[in-house]
Nanobody, 121 residues
Framework: QVQLVESGGGLVQPGGSLRLSCAAS????????MGWYRQAPGKQRELVAN???????NYADAVKGRFTISRDNAKNTVYLQMNSLKPEDTAVYYC???????????????WGQGTQVTVSS
């Protein structure tokens, strides 16, 4: 079993910053991709950013230049540094990872439980 545990959400004023963390634990063979998605009330879940095993990244247009994704392979952890936050960034943020099995070639997708980010004055 693999678990993704997020932390770092909360309430912040517009223009402020937050840092989200997501740690993977359990039976981990290799982590291919780690990323963050978000879901605002009444909207579909959307990609925020991904980071691949070669440290290449991609970002949603809405967060480019404001958010930075990074990973610590030794800790099986991905981070999302969010700067210049806007009210429209308010959402539940979910960690996501594609993880290879310890034995065999299976690669499965896992989700964290989500952490609330609220940007409001």
């Amino acid at each position: 079993q693999v678990q993704l545990v997020e932390s770092g959400g909360g309430l912040v004023q517009p223009g402020g910053s937050l840092r989200l963390s997501c740690a993977a634990s359990g039976s981990i063979g290799s982590i291919r991709v780690m990323g963050w998605y978000r879901q605002a009330p009444g909207k579909q879940r959307e990609l925020v950013a991904n980071i691949f095993s070669d440290n290449s990244t991609n970002y949603a247009d809405a967060v480019k230049g404001r958010f930075t994704i990074s990973r610590d392979n030794a800790k099986n952890t991905v981070y999302l540094q969010m700067n210049s936050l806007k009210p429209e960034d308010t959402a539940v943020y979910y960690c996501n990872a594609y993880i290879g099995a310890v034995v065999g070639s299976a690669v499965l997708r896992y989700w964290g439980q989500g952490t609330q980010v609220t940007v409001s004055s």
